[in-house]
């Protein structure tokens, strides 16, 4: 055998789809526009719970009954506390024969507002938020955000707020100073460029006018507050009850004259969701029951009880198993999930803090990640052979496009996902995901044709 054949048979690179597959560009083009409509729609994990159910009522999906009998080709969901939700559809084989589980997180790293968190300084208004989630904050400073949430009023009324995304709507700011005055800002670290209290958001510079000429001690908060209260019927006090974030405002939108990337907020991890999702609802009769998890707050731990810390995932499954006769234990047991999350793409500005031989591209197809982690995978799961060779094999089956990375180059950094919660319930779990450049700033980049391969991927481990 020459060392060209040599070479063909025992060495391996992942190719770029445009040149080994370029039929799927305006087939990946295609498909992404829907996936841009659910990133405007979906800017929270309350919004994203929201367009989720629409879809999947329109697709015939129906609320899990406790008291209903189910049969192959149902499909059914669960809402936990409109932050989460999982879908599924039910498979020909016996339940006891384990789930085909898919989870994907639908938080984003953004500004939450602080309790109380409206003040006015030397006749300007602004809101005082905390960050959520790994943020840069000096990325934040001079983006147009929009505001997104839900207030419970004093009398039990649910007011959901949205403003900054219509055409016309006011937005907001969080301002940073002028290069001629910077020198002593200059001076700081990048991660004290714009520290957290620095994160000041303006809400409105125009006094309230009294008629009657009294003195205000805040007039500009006072006339904001008044302009909410006329949109929501909310007063100050209202804020104690609330979850608001503010978010960028940024619409998406097709990156490059060839169009052959995203920018848009949120797409760590919408962009898994969303293909999760649409091959959830493409699944019909499949083997093995689906069991789509769109989660909440992986930014932040996978904490509280819309995580996937929690128990809810778990009872989910007790559920379905009870409706089957079937066994929580045995079920977990001989389930594969994937953790569809995303990994850092290769970016050749800051080629330093990667390793190009075990990182993820943008264009070669899905990432498969072994593990994540960081100081030695603390914090992974660690897929195994087995469970590695599974997903793989079904993937080259079905001639999707994938590629293997890791978070980075060893000692450089690293991260976690949902996999190490996953593997906590005694199932077998890998991460598969997109890569994504200038992961976590408030404009994320992804590819097309790897957005397209991760939805096939997703529709080939439901068949």
């Not at 899990?64 to 969901?77: E, N, Q, R, V």
Request: with cysteine.
């Amino acid at each position: 055998m020459n060392g060209k054949d040599l070479e063909k048979a025992l060495l391996w690179e992942a190719p770029h789809i445009g040149e080994k597959a370029p039929e799927q560009i305006p087939e990946a083009q295609n498909f992404c526009e829907g996936y841009k409509t659910f990133l405007n729609e979906g800017k929270t994990e309350r919004e994203c719970v929201k367009k989720a159910v629409s879809l999947l009522t329109n697709a015939g999906y129906k609320e899990f009954d406790p008291k209903a009998s189910y049969k192959p080709g149902d499909k059914i969901y669960w809402v936990n506390r409109k932050k989460a939700i999982i879908a599924s559809t039910i498979g020909t084989k016996d339940l006891n024969e384990g789930l085909r589980m898919n989870g994907a997180h639908i938080d984003s790293p953004r500004l939450d507002l602080k309790p109380n968190p409206l003040f006015e300084k030397d006749e300007i208004a602004y809101l005082k938020p905390h960050y959520y989630g790994g943020i840069r904050k000096y990325q934040w400073g001079t983006v147009p955000l929009s505001m997104h949430g839900v207030v419970m009023k004093a009398d039990g009324e649910t007011v959901e707020v949205s403003i900054g995304e219509k055409e016309g709507d006011p937005q907001f700011c969080v301002t940073d100073l002028l290069p001629h005055l910077a020198a002593e800002q200059n001076g700081r670290k990048l991660g004290e460029g714009l520290k957290g209290e620095e994160l000041n958001i303006i809400i409105g510079s125009i006094p309230y006018h009294d008629e009657e000429n009294e003195k205000i001690k805040n007039p500009a908060k006072l006339l904001a507050m008044k302009l909410l209260n006329d949109r929501y019927g909310i007063t100050e006090k209202d804020f104690t009850r609330a979850e608001i974030e503010m978010v960028p405002a940024y619409k998406a939108v097709d990156i490059g004259l060839d169009r052959g990337l995203i920018g848009s907020y949120g797409q760590d991890d919408r962009v898994c969701a969303y293909t999760a999702l649409m091959a959830e609802i493409a699944a019909e009769n499949p083997e093995h029951t689906t069991f789509t998890i769109l989660t909440d707050k992986e930014e932040i731990g996978s904490v509280g009880n819309t995580g996937l810390h929690s128990d809810y995932v778990h009872h989910a499954v007790e559920d379905l198993a009870e409706s089957f006769g079937a066994d929580t234990k045995t079920v977990l047991r001989h389930s594969i999930c994937l953790s569809s999350d995303v990994n850092a793409a290769y970016d050749p500005t800051f080629a330093s803090v990667y390793e190009n031989r075990n990182s993820s591209y943008v264009n070669k197809g899905c990432v498969l990640t072994k593990y994540t982690g960081a100081r030695g995978k603390s914090g992974s799961s660690d897929a195994s052979a087995e469970t590695m060779a599974k997903v793989i094999g079904i993937m080259e089956e079905n001639g999707v496009y994938w590629q293997t990375g890791e978070l980075g180059a060893v000692d450089a950094g690293g991260g976690g996902t949902i996999a190490q919660f996953v593997a906590m319930m005694d199932v077998d779990v890998v991460d598969l995901g997109v890569p994504i450049l200038s992961m976590h700033a408030p404009f994320e980049l992804a590819s097309k044709l790897d957005v397209y391969n991760t939805y096939k991927a997703f529709c080939a481990f439901y068949k």
